[in-house]
């Protein structure tokens, strides 16, 4: 069973910085490919980043060159650097394991597991 927790949400102004954590439990195969996914109000959920077990990581066109995904395997624990942040970025924030098939692409939500989800505000 995949336990996802994460943290580092906030209030923040444009061009601000935040870097989202994510603790997770290992599982099996589950949580060798991880992502974070966003839901802005009013919108449908959309991926914005994730990682794989080689490392490989994925961007959505939105945030490339201003979000960074990476993972520490020792601490379980998966983060979100945000750079450059703009109020388009407002959303919850979700940690999630168990990545979509390639073929859905890095902005698919079809992750099996998800955590609780942290808010970010870009003002």
């Known amino acids: 069973h995949v336990q996802l927790v994460e943290s580092g949400g906030g209030s923040v102004q444009a061009g601000g910085s935040l870097t989202l954590s994510c603790a997770y439990t290992e599982y099996l195969y589950l949580t060798d490919c991880m992502g974070w996914v966003r839901q802005a109000p009013g919108k449908e959920r959309e991926g914005v980043a994730s990682i794989d077990g080689f490392g490989r990581t994925n961007y959505a066109d939105s945030v490339k060159g201003r979000f960074t995904i990476s993972q520490d395997n020792a601490k379980n624990t998966l983060y979100l650097q945000m750079n450059s942040l703009e109020p388009e970025d407002t959303a919850m924030y979700y940690c999630?394991?168990?990545?979509?098939?390639?073929?859905?692409?890095?902005?698919?939500?079809?992750?099996?597991?998800w955590g609780q989800g942290t808010q970010v505000t870009v003002s």
């Open positions: 999630a394991a168990d990545c979509p098939p390639p073929q859905a692409g890095v902005r698919s939500p079809l992750y099996g597991y």
